[in-house]
């Protein structure tokens, strides 16, 4: 039977993200039955653990005397005894292997860049607080120099997401100084237009 | 009279975005007048541009024989002559000035990876195009993991913005074996609790 090590506490904004779902979601695809291991906070730190798991993470397959890690490797693994992850027909088993690869290399990277960013923004809307200005109640070079950075994510909705900072985004490009200066620049592609 | 340089021309998603946009702000901020040096294309990769500007980039500052590059350094020099942008008193004045760093070197490397992943995401919506899974008909271990890390995303509003990978998140979170494991792991935190 088929064992994998999940923790049994994370904070509540990391539940149904841990890493173990991808490998409960595989063995669910495969319909292959699963039991967990739940680590107690500290567990991952212990020798016998690392032993199996160097870096301390899940998840961790266990199964007849064989140990994986790295959700990707055991996804595979279990792709490798059903049809449901990894076809059979060599050219389409190598096409599924790459995306999952790109998942893994090429876009999670970017992912958790923009994880990562969520947990420095809140940390600035904490700054800033009640205040309409970092400082307080003047406006200056740093709020002018912040509000450029935060404008570089207008596509995305992620200041619009945090009303603090986007309240402190519109009152800054609010500004009849802003206005006039991103009214010129605009101006400016126009005529070389 | 302060002249500032910026590009003739650069792809519509840019236009506004610009770092002379900083420059320019600063100088409305201050009330100073300025003007305009346009670089064709090309004029940036020139040998005396990059004497003025060693990574052929705009803003670039000029005045009396002063040359100065770097958004940051430009506001700076602008602040220090007008009490809109730094106050005088020295407290408030390194206090903006920390701000100002704060949002370059502190917030605007993470809101540029954000930035950089709106190419990757569209990259790979393209390469979805109007399939139902990124090798076509049938899901595979590929899918199961770009859907894995897409979920990281889940509380921006970045997927959500492409409405074939939103759908595409959606088709493969319905399956019956994603929900199965996904209330697996949450039923584990529930029984620690």
Same mark, same amino acid.
């Given at each position: ?6 923790? %049994? ?8 993200? @841990? ?31 690392? /032993? ?5 993470? @899940? ?5 007849? #005397? ?24 060599? #050219? ?14 090429? @876009?999670?990277? =970017?992912?958790?860049?923009? @994880?990562?960013? !969520?947990? =420095? ?13 970092? !400082?307080?109640? %003047? =406006?200056?070079?740093? !709020? ?19 009303? %603090?900072? /986007? ?21 400016? =592609?126009?005529?070389?237009?």
């Amino acid at each position: 039977v088929i064992t994998i090590a999940a923790f %049994r506490w994370v904070p509540e904004f990391a539940r149904g993200q @841990v890493r173990d779902l991808r490998a409960r979601w595989a063995l669910e695809e495969a319909g292959l039955p699963y039991r967990t291991r739940l680590l107690e906070q500290g567990d991952q730190d212990k020798a016998d653990y690392r /032993a199996q798991q160097p870096f301390g993470q @899940v998840p961790l397959l266990e199964e007849d #005397g064989l140990v994986l890690f790295e959700s990707g490797a055991i996804v595979l693994h279990i792709g490798s005894r059903s049809e449901a992850l990894l076809p059979q027909e060599p #050219g389409a088993r190598a096409r599924a292997t790459q995306w999952l690869i790109a998942a893994l290399n090429s @876009v999670e990277p =970017f992912v958790m860049d923009v @994880v990562r960013i !969520d947990t =420095f923004l809140s940390s600035l809307s904490n700054a800033l607080g009640g205040k309409p200005y970092l !400082d307080g109640e %003047r =406006f200056t070079a740093g !709020d002018l120099m912040m509000v450029a950075v935060l404008r570089l994510l207008e596509r995305t909705g992620i200041v619009g997401s945090d009303p %603090r900072l /986007a309240a402190y985004l519109e009152r800054c490009t609010g500004r009849p100084a802003f206005k006039r200066a991103l009214a010129a620049q605009l101006a400016d =592609f126009r005529e070389a237009a």
